[in-house]
């Protein structure tokens, strides 16, 4: 027969188990855009960047309007071979955005409020530029876009939701914060 205290110590040692598998990745503090703009947004889409707007199609909303929540989805292009998504934050004119994206300026790292704008001659989002950290300033490159994938639900409570778990880390969000300079 197990002693209650072995029983205890075996549930403790689960439960730490359990805790450190769940912070791992993010304490690897290395996201790939598509399952930070999913983990975000709340759109259940997996895979590659560039196959979210096949995917996309009968489940969701897809258009070139900009909305917050939205995820902007790029198609695959020079060095961006597996394309790229990311969150509309806010909307700041017909041509203009914020994003929140993981893996574009700096490897693997978030950044939030970021600016992009619609270079197209059709203004429809189908070429965009998006800033870039290390230039300080929008990127030099064109990227093709296929548009925005709508959430079916609000964007907030899932941002909300991300940010909880995150509070929950208090050494990620520490590193988190010292990386990002906040």
Not at 32 to 45: D, H, K, L, W
């Amino acid at each position: 027969m197990i002693s209650r205290a072995k029983r205890a110590a075996a549930g403790i040692a689960m439960l730490i188990g359990m805790t450190i598998a769940s912070i791992a990745p993010a304490a690897a503090q290395y996201w790939q855009c598509a399952p930070y703009a999913r983990s975000i947004s709340g759109i259940e889409i997996y895979g590659n960047a560039h196959t979210w707007w096949a995917q996309a199609e009968g489940k969701y909303d897809r258009g070139n309007v900009p909305q917050v929540g939205a995820v902007l989805a790029m198609k695959s292009s020079g060095k961006m071979r597996l394309g790229h998504v990311a969150m509309v934050s806010k909307v700041l004119s017909e041509r203009e955005v914020l994003l929140i994206h993981a893996n574009w300026s700096r490897g693997g790292q978030i950044e939030r409020d970021v600016r992009a704008i619609d270079v197209s001659e059709a203004g429809d989002w189908s070429e965009v530029k998006v800033w870039y950290g290390p230039m300080a300033d929008l990127g030099m490159t064109e990227y093709p876009a296929y548009g925005f994938i709508y959430a079916k639900a609000k964007a907030e409570p899932a941002i909300q939701i991300a940010d909880s778990r995150l509070a929950r880390m208090p050494a990620v969000m520490a590193a988190f914060r010292a990386q990002s300079g906040d």
